[in-house]
């Protein structure tokens, strides 16, 4: 595993991140979500191949996959080892709380996520959405009285347009907050938009990019047409049935078969070959999903080959927050 630090900070990741949305025990949205004994073979794995990224959300299966990550941590690894993430922004429960990106919403979830997580501390707390109901300056505040309390070390955002991003980052950086060291946002050769102005944003910033849903839900990893037990039970995967996209999945199964590897590595190998992007986050539920993420960092395409990859896309709205 190569590693590689998030943005201008100091932190190392794992140039691949574990996303734990594929764990905990069903909440009627996750259906497809391992628990703590299936998930097992998955968490030894990236142990093995060193993928010490590990990155969650509050919201995932209500809460019980911040329990499953944290098992998982004291079962087979060592907190001190591992690069923990999570997010908030998302309804837990009804009430002031409960949602959004107040300072009472903060202070108030980040301490149950570290309840649910069995520990003290996260590396990376990152807000899941923007919250346009907030003033930026009041949550950039209580995230960095949450920095300062020791209770997160670095802070990041996630799927917002650029221009919201710069305004909470002028905001840290006017009053001498903890500004952003990342960005998770939705990039693959699917959905290429961040290209526009994010990732000019984030190189300018020095913040990192570590891309949700890389390969397409699944999409990418596959000849179009094929399915899979999430791929009938979760709805986000709706939002790449477009008629446009079955000649990108041709162009990535025709490298992938004239490099004689799975599609999973083509797909990634590209998201990882922009130099904005740290760590793409890779759900698992099956061991080889994960083999196949830790061998597309060594995979090396070439400009042809990139070429060839993106010449079928089409421009295309954001999705995800917009």
Request: aromatic fraction near 8%; proline fraction near 5%; glycine fraction near 8%.
């Amino acid at each position: 595993m190569d590693y590689t630090r998030l943005g201008t900070s100091g932190l190392k990741v794992s140039r691949i991140a574990l996303g734990c949305m594929s764990f905990g025990t069903g909440d009627g949205a996750h259906e497809w979500a391992l628990d703590d004994e299936a998930a097992a073979p998955v968490f030894r794995a990236a142990v093995e191949h060193g993928v010490t990224f590990w990155d969650t959300a509050n919201v995932y299966s209500a809460g019980t996959s911040e329990e499953v990550t944290g098992r998982a941590i004291k079962e087979y690894s060592r907190r001190e080892d591992v690069v923990l993430a999570t997010k908030v922004f998302f309804r837990m429960h009804d009430g002031p709380g409960g949602s959004g990106l107040s300072r009472k919403a903060i202070l108030e979830q980040v301490d149950a996520s570290l309840t649910r997580l069995g520990t003290d501390y996260v590396d990376l707390y990152q807000i899941h959405r923007f919250d346009p109901e907030t003033p930026v300056e009041e949550t950039m505040e209580a995230l960095h009285d949450v920095v300062k309390a020791g209770k997160a070390r670095y802070i990041g955002a996630s799927s917002m347009w650029a221009w919201q991003l710069a305004t909470m980052q002028h905001a840290a950086e006017l009053n001498g907050w903890t500004p952003f060291v990342s960005m998770q946002d939705q990039y693959s050769l699917l959905q290429r938009e961040e290209e526009r102005e994010m990732f000019g944003l984030l190189d300018h910033l020095g913040v990192a990019s570590i891309p949700w849903s890389p390969l397409a839900k699944g999409r990418l990893a596959r000849p179009w047409g094929g399915t899979t037990q999430r791929s009938e039970t979760d709805a986000l995967q709706r939002r790449y049935d477009d008629e446009s996209n079955p000649p990108i999945v041709g162009a990535v199964q025709q490298v992938a078969e004239a490099r004689g590897v799975p599609m999973a590595q083509v797909a990634l190998a590209w998201v990882l070959r922009n130099p904005v992007v740290a760590a793409p986050i890779v759900g698992p539920t099956k061991v080889e999903h994960l083999t196949d993420a830790v061998a597309a960092v060594d995979l090396e395409l070439t400009d042809d080959e990139a070429a060839a990859l993106e010449a079928p896309y089409t421009p295309r709205l954001p999705s995800g927050f917009a």
